[in-house]
């Protein structure tokens, strides 16, 4: 859904994760790169994402997403 995408990219462009909520499913499962096991919910996840938003992983999301949102313009 392209409206997903558009408040996904929003979110990661503005850094500011406030709006997890609304973009993230109840049951999400979030895999860690750090713990290598899966973590289930919603408040865990946000979790992870908001401790990561100043680190490296940020910055790739960004630039995934990029590519992704340009893609499906194009």
């Given at each position: 859904n392209m409206d997903i995408l558009e408040k996904?990219?929003?979110?990661?462009?503005?850094?500011?994760l406030n709006d997890l909520n609304d973009l993230l499913a109840d049951d999400v499962v979030f895999y860690s790169p750090v713990v290598y096991t899966?973590?289930?919910?919603?408040?865990?996840?946000?979790?992870?994402?908001?401790?990561?938003?100043?680190l490296y992983f940020v910055k790739l999301f960004q630039?995934?997403?990029?590519?992704?949102?340009?893609a499906c313009l194009g």
């Open positions: 996904w990219y929003a979110v990661i462009k503005s850094n500011d899966q973590q289930k919910g919603k408040e865990i996840t946000k979790l992870y994402l908001k401790t990561q938003k100043n630039e995934i997403n990029q590519i992704i949102y340009l």
